[in-house]
């Protein structure tokens, strides 16, 4: 076998013959990992702070987050706020010095159960607000 030319070596997989079938389309590869689904969820007024909110579907599974990133534009400079469940206290599960341009890459995935909300929340009424958020379901 000569190492030049077009006869210089084979390849260990199927020779192509024109006008049969392809043995294996694709055998032997991983499936392609999954693509997240992305959210981008305007904040709406809720009492003395504005929510963004992402809610896992009831039934199924929940959602693993990946990724969010938060945007504020008005007069003051408020954080942002991240919770699993109702803004309260004993969820709080994240935040932002600067809510007015930030974000979070979790090394694990943030977990919200099924039916639960994903809450951004900012301390002010006034200005816009935004949350991108990257997730897949769990």
Do not use: H
Not at 62 to 80: C, F, H, S
Not at 84 to 89: F, I, L, N, S
């Amino acid at each position: 076998m000569s190492n030049w030319g077009p006869r210089a070596g084979r390849f260990l997989a199927d020779i192509y013959q024109p006008g049969t079938a392809a043995a294996a389309d694709n055998s032997g590869l991983s499936p392609a990992p999954p693509v997240p689904a992305i959210a981008s969820l305007s904040a709406v007024a809720d009492g003395q702070r504005l929510i963004s909110r992402l809610t896992a579907p009831a039934s199924g599974r929940g959602l693993a987050v990946a990724r969010i990133t938060v945007q504020y534009t008005g007069p003051d400079k408020p954080r942002a706020y991240v919770y699993v469940g109702t803004p309260t206290g004993p969820n709080l599960v994240s935040g932002t010095r600067s809510g007015t341009f930030d974000e979070s890459e979790y090394t694990r995935s943030l977990y919200v159960p099924a039916g639960q909300d994903l809450c951004v929340v900012w301390l002010t009424t006034q200005g816009e607000a935004l949350a991108r958020i990257e997730y897949q379901e769990a």
